[in-house]
Nanobody, 127 residues
């Protein structure tokens, strides 16, 4: 049974940093891309970043470019989202999701392509 569990959320002041983790189980990470999505209060869920099964391809939305990095450790079946210089607009519930894909697939952040989702972790950026 494929399972994803997010962790690492919390409350941080503007300008601070957080590292979110996505722990996978029940599947071979060499065959799955992972995406990070977020849902702010009162807004629709949006894609934030994604990484190909091999880790060789990544994608970021414009609002986080230069502040966020994504990495993948297939030996541990883990994906990390390092977020720096956080802004109040980054507040929301962050989800990771998995999509079966070729090793160096060009990443999409279209949610309908992701079949498996975690339960989410809350990130609050506030002074």
């Amino acid at each position: 049974q494929l399972k994803l569990v997010e962790s690492g959320g919390g409350v941080v002041q503007p300008g601070g940093s957080l590292r979110l983790s996505c722990a996978g189980s029940g599947f071979n990470p060499n065959y799955y891309a992972i995406g990070w999505f977020r849902q702010a209060p009162g807004k629709e869920r949006e894609g934030v970043s994604g990484i190909s099964p091999s880790g060789g391809q990544t994608k970021f939305i414009d609002s986080v470019k230069g502040r966020v990095t994504i990495s993948k450790d297939n030996a541990k079946n883990m994906v990390y989202l390092q977020m720096n210089n956080l802004e109040p607009e980054d507040t929301g519930v962050y989800y990771c999701a998995a999509m079966a894909a070729p090793p160096n697939v060009v990443i999409t952040l279209e949610q309908q392509f992701y079949d498996y989702w975690g339960q989410g972790t809350q990130v609050t950026v506030s002074s």
